[in-house]
């Protein structure tokens, strides 16, 4: 990861990767499914993703080995997404992270009501 000031900081590294605005999220859909994934229902899942972010976001996942990514050769060809072992044990660590966020969404929405901040 070239653009890394710390490249060999397996903090700074990984979680740049996979703490930016979509990553999770992708993940945790694909969590919450029991079976694979289309490109389009995720597209559905999560609306306010552009394509072009989704496609780039499911590629950097996929080359760091949290998602796979499989071609069926069909007309028209289907490709579907599912966690890997890895991407798995990722979420079972961030599982309280995502919990705490959940339970105090209310609290902070109504802070930043309170305080004028946006949403």
Known sequence: MGETLFPNCPVRNILARVGDKWSLLLMHQLLHH??????????????????????????????????????????PPRTEYTLTPRALSFMEACRPMVKWAIDNFGDIMRDRAKNGTKA
Request: net charge negative.
């Open 34 to 75: 029991t079976e694979a994934m289309r490109f389009s229902e995720l597209q559905k899942a999560i609306p306010d993703i552009s394509q072009k972010v989704l496609t780039t976001t499911l590629r950097t996942l996929e080359s760091d080995g949290f998602v796979v990514r499989t071609v069926y050769p069909e007309v």
